[in-house]
Every structure is written in structure tokens, then in C-alpha cells.
């Protein structure tokens, strides 16, 4: 096959959607597939809505002649209007690679009504969907009024770190003596909930935990400069810990030697972060907005909080902390919720499937 593929800026980009993005491209070539990249340049929404108007990408979206024509979702607001002059000149069809949708998140009440109508008329241009998860899905049907057929659900695979620690290592680590070591693994931007961990912890006393940040500190300065004043506040120097972006090999370390994953997003589409953490055994904490919820079965293999729920959130920390065989089965549940999951090669084989059906 010859498939085009629609992204913002480049496919390296770290966040789950664009690793989900480059995990098919990266199988798709594997099977000898041809996957050309239609490069968008990163812009404000605004500006994004004038690329339906560009010349230029009108026309290398016209002249494309693959077989398909793939399209993360994100890109919608360039492609909400263009899509339909593609529809009569490409025989190509148009698929969507859905991770969330705009409107899943939070924003003022006053912007919501036109991220619909822009968001709905992109969906409703296209040829088939693949989403990462049935919220996904609902979402998506809930938004255009109606149930879609030609479409494929593939959540994403979880084995992406060589998984080094066994079941005896994930209970002598939840027995360690010590502070609880906490991950939170995501860029760092408000509807990852940071600022959610940070409200828990000060209810907590501050020698029975640390927390160590993993994640893009660029993406939002302005928040992170807020955590990180409350941090110097809170005389937190000592338990909190803002690495930016790690090395897989620096992240596979801390995830064998830490406790639990707590990442209260507001909204998650999936939420690969908690599907790897469960690999190492790592109980996850996410909220019940979202995807979490497929991943997560709350006080068995991690917690479902409420967004923004930092008292129950607190309860939750200080329970484990208090419990340490609690813990340890947890983060058993953890392991084994990881092990029913099909990998990215399953997850990957599958789309590719799905993508020939349409041909």
C-alpha cells in the first residue's frame, strides 16, 4: 500500500498520540507499506483554521495519489473544510486516526460551540475512523448524532519497554522501607493534573512520599512556573523532583524502582502511560473523565478519582502508604492487567488489517 498520513510538525513529537502514530508507521513500512508524511507546520488554532485556504497544501493534498490517505484528528481544524474539496478530486479515501477529540477537553464556555460545529464538520467528511479506545468512540458518535460502522477500535500496546522486573521484585519493592516513590510520567500541561498531585500531597506529611516528574516542562511555562514556586513554597526541594524530558532507559529505571504512576488527567483518550506503568507493576491513579477507566479498575489495580478530587486522592496515597501489603497487591493486579493486553504489533496488525478491508 501507499499510504499518506497527516500530522502537526513531526512525528516525533513526545506525547501518547504521536507515539501511537509512529508505532503504525513504523509497522506499516515493516510490511513494505510506502507511508508518505504530510508535514503541517505547528500553529494557534486560529492560524490552523487559514490552512483550509493555503494554497500550497491544497495542492499537495490534491496531488497525492496513494492508496489512502490517513489524518490524525488533531489536525482537523486545518482540514475541516478542505476535506471536501479532496473528497471529488482524490479516489483515495480519507481515514481519521482519532486519539480524542478538542471538545473532550476543558476550555471556556464561550469557545466550546465553534470547536463543535469545526470539529463535527471535519467528522463529517471522512471515509472511516480508527480510534484508540471506545470513549473514544462514544465521543465521537455522541458529536455527530449517530452510531459509525466503518470504523476500527485499536487501543495501544503497552510493551514498548523490555519489561525487567518479576512478581517476587514487585513485592520486596512495595515492602522497601522509605518514602512512597511517585511517578508521573506526561508533558506537563494542566489536563495532566499535576497541580491535583500537588494539592494531595500537601495534606500528606512530607517525609512519607517524593515525587518525580517526567515530562516536556516547554509545553506550558507558565504553569510549570507556578508548580515549581508552589514546590520552593512547600520547602518541597527534597521530595519533588522536575526532570523534563528522560531517556526510555532513565524511565524504565524508575519504573522498576518506584511505587505508583499518578496522573490525574482531567481527560485522557487512553492514557499509555498507565498501561506501561502496570508493565513494572506500578498501581495507576487517573480519574473517571476519559478513557482511564479501561485501563484502571479502581482499588484493584490502581484508583478512579473524580477530576480535580485531590482530597480522595490524598486518602488514597495515605491509605497505600499506610499499607504497604495493600500495595503489593495492587501493584500484582497491576502486572497481571498488563499481561491480558495485546501489544503494538497485535494492536498495529490489526489497523493495517482494517486499512486493506477498505481498499
Known amino acids: 500500500m501507499h499510504l499518506g498520513l497527516v500530522i502537526y510538525g513531526s512525528l516525533d513529537t513526545i506525547s501518547g498520540g504521536y507515539l501511537y502514530d509512529r508505532m503504525l508507521v513504523e509497522y506499516l513500512q515493516r510490511q513494505g507499506d510506502e507511508v508518505e508524511i504530510i508535514s503541517i507546520p505547528w500553529r494557534s488554532y486560529a492560524a490552523h483554521l487559514t490552512d483550509n485556504f493555503n494554497p500550497v ?6 496531488n497525492f495519489r496513494g492508496d489512502l490517505l490517513l489524518q490524525d484528528e488533531l489536525n482537523h481544524p486545518s482540514l475541516f473544510l478542505l476535506n471536501r474539496h479532496l473528497i471529488s478530486n482524490l479516489q483515495a479515501p480519507i481515514i481519521s486516526i482519532v486519539h480524542h477529540l478538542r471538545v473532550s477537553e476543558q476550555h471556556l464556555t464561550w469557545i466550546m460551540p465553534l470547536y463543535r460545529t469545526i470539529e463535527r464538520a471535519y467528522l463529517r467528511t471522512l471515509s472511516g475512523f480508527v480510534f484508540n479506545s471506545w470513549t473514544t468512540k462514544r465521543a465521537v458518535e455522541r458529536l455527530l ?6 470504523c476500527l477500535v485499536a487501543p495501544p500496546g503497552g510493551d514498548r519497554f523490555p519489561i525487567m522486573v518479576g512478581e517476587e521484585d514487585i513485592v520486596r519493592r512495595a515492602n522497601q522501607p522509605g518514602p512512597m516513590r511517585l511517578l508521573f510520567v506526561g508533558n506537563v500541561i494542566p489536563r495532566k493534573g499535576l497541580h491535583t498531585v500537588f494539592e494531595a500531597l500537601s495534606l ?3 517525609s512519607q512520599w517524593e515525587l518525580h516528574v517526567a515530562g516536556d516542562l516547554r509545553v506550558a511555562k507558565d504553569y510549570v512556573r507556578k508548580l515549581k514556586t508552589r514546590a520552593i513554597q512547600k520547602r518541597w526541594e527534597k521530595q519533588v523532583f522536575f526532570h523534563g524530558l528522560v531517556e526510555d532507559a532513565q524511565l524504565m529505571a524508575w519504573a522498576m524502582n518506584y511505587h505508583v ?6 481527560y485522557e483518550g487512553f492514557g499509555i502511560a498507565y498501561l506501561e506503568g502496570m508493565g513494572f507493576g506500578l498501581p495507576a491513579i487517573g480519574t473517571t473523565s476519559g478513557a482511564a477507566k479501561e485501563i484502571i479498575t479502581n482499588g484493584e489495580n490502581g484508583f478512579l478519582i473524580e477530576p480535580g478530587d485531590y482530597h480522595t486522592l490524598a486518602d488514597h496515597l495515605r491509605a497505600l502508604m499506610a499499607d504497604r501489603d495493600k500495595l503489593a ?3 500484582l493486579h497491576a502486572r497481571r492487567q498488563f499481561n491480558t493486553q495485546p501489544g503494538w504489533n497485535k494492536r498495529m ?3 493495517r488489517s482494517f486499512l486493506t478491508c477498505l481498499l
Not at 497544501?57 to 490534491?62: A, S
Not at 448524532?145 to 466503518?150: A, E, M, N, S, T
Open 329 to 331: 497487591a495492587m501493584s
Open 204 to 206: 500528606l506529611q512530607a
Open 145 to 150: 448524532g449517530q452510531d459509525i460502522v466503518r
Open 261 to 266: 504512576l499518578v496522573m490525574p488527567s482531567s
Open 349 to 351: 496488525a490489526a489497523i
Open 57 to 62: 497544501l491544497c495542492r499537495r493534498l490534491k
